[in-house]
């Protein structure tokens, strides 16, 4: 029996089809038409044609599948319209569990986010048992990744066999969109981070967020939830790493968040108002680093015998992938590093 995953050709997806793959499982990817496999050039795939908001192309995917990844998801902190996130990640997961309920899917893996998970407070540890709700949800992709993960674990309580996994902040090679904390690495690389806010976010390797979704499928209780996360790093950390890794200067100028919120409204009103496009500082992203994104993955350790590697390699595969790539120009220091690892 073949393996769907859901957002097979993104950045979590496409290292978990590798993994999938490197096991010898026959796997089969979820795509829409306009959907860029440049990540999975090479790999020996199925593609099932499809769409989340389409039950019945669903339907058709999950035909013979034992397992089913759901890591498809609209990850945008800005949308013209924000109901397309909403029927994405809420009504499209509904309807996978619905596909997977009629084909008898032995188990469901559905990829939700911390960003679904509570934080006690300031500089304080979440984990899968803090209390949260909707209310705490800041932005419409928080809301929809919290209601798409309610409507997973109703179903896991009806009886289907559903585990859901919450990665932190996933980094590697291979984020091609780039992802939100791509975007951070990219921005630095290219001279676009002049000052920096006091936040903090749970790195963790790509790589192992991938492999943690397989610990999932195999040794995951049903209807249960497992951060699959890493090292607690504060924004200045990260880039201290990123500047020790490329050879750039350090970003040294901090800025309040008082101060951040204030250039984030006034660029929200300008590009929404005027060029009716995304905005340079999406507000939802400076709300969110009111708190620290720090979370425990204890519970995958003991349950799971998950164990995640060092994010400093992955920040440094990260680096060299979008220099590589053309994301970023390649600096002195990891060319002349290039050449001593080929040499």
């Known amino acids: ?29 979820l795509v829409r038409p306009t959907t860029d496999c440049r990540n999975l050039k090479g790999c020996q ?8 908001r389409n039950i019945g192309s669903l339907c058709q995917a999950v035909r013979g599948c034992r397992w089913v990844f759901h890591c498809a ?37 559905v990829t939700s986010s911390v ?7 300031p500089r304080q540890i979440g984990d899968e048992d803090t209390p949260v709700s909707l209310k705490d949800m800041v932005g419409h992709y928080k809301r929809s990744k919290f209601l798409g993960e309610q409507a997973a674990m109703s179903a896991a309580r009806s009886g289907l066999p559903v585990v859901v996994v919450n990665p932190s902040t996933p980094i590697g090679d291979f984020d ?7 975007k951070i690495i990219t921005d630095f690389l290219n001279g676009k981070m002049p000052a920096y ?9 790509v790589r192992d967020v991938a492999y943690g979704h397989i610990l999932a499928a195999e040794r995951g209780q049903i ?25 750039l200067p350090k970003v040294e100028w901090e800025i309040p968040l008082w101060v951040a919120y204030g250039a984030a409204c006034i660029d929200t009103f300008f590009c929404e108002s005027l060029c009716h496009c ?19 993955w204890d519970r995958a350790k003991r349950e799971l015998g998950y164990s995640p590697g060092s994010a400093q390699a992955a920040l440094e595969r990260a680096v060299q992938w979008y220099m590589d790539n053309g994301y970023a120009p390649i600096t002195p220091q990891r060319s002349r590093r290039k050449m001593a690892e080929k040499g």
């Not at 249960?224 to 790493?241: A, H, N, P, V």
Request: glycine share 12%.
């Open 1 to 29: 029996m073949s393996v769907l995953v859901t957002g097979g050709a993104g950045f979590v997806g496409s290292h978990l089809v590798k993994l999938l793959l490197e096991r010898g499982e026959e796997v089969r990817v």
């Open 45 to 52: 795939v199925q593609y099932a044609e499809g769409d989340l």
């Open 73 to 109: 998801a609209d990850y945008r902190l800005w949308a013209p319209n924000p109901q397309e996130i909403y029927e994405a990640n809420v009504q499209g997961t509904i309807n996978l569990l619905e596909a997977c309920r009629q084909a008898e899917t032995e188990r469901i893996i």
């Open 115 to 121: 960003a679904a998970v509570g934080i006690p407070g």
């Open 176 to 182: 091609s969109k780039p992802t939100a904390t791509g």
């Open 197 to 205: 806010v006091q936040t903090g976010l749970n790195l963790v390797d």
């Open 223 to 247: 209807g249960r939830r497992y951060i699959l996360g890493g090292e607690d790093m504060t924004l200045k950390q990260i880039l201290d790493s990123l500047s020790a890794i490329s050879g």
């Open 278 to 296: 995304a905005p340079h500082i999406p507000l939802d992203g400076v709300k969110m680093a009111r708190k620290h994104m720090f979370f425990s």
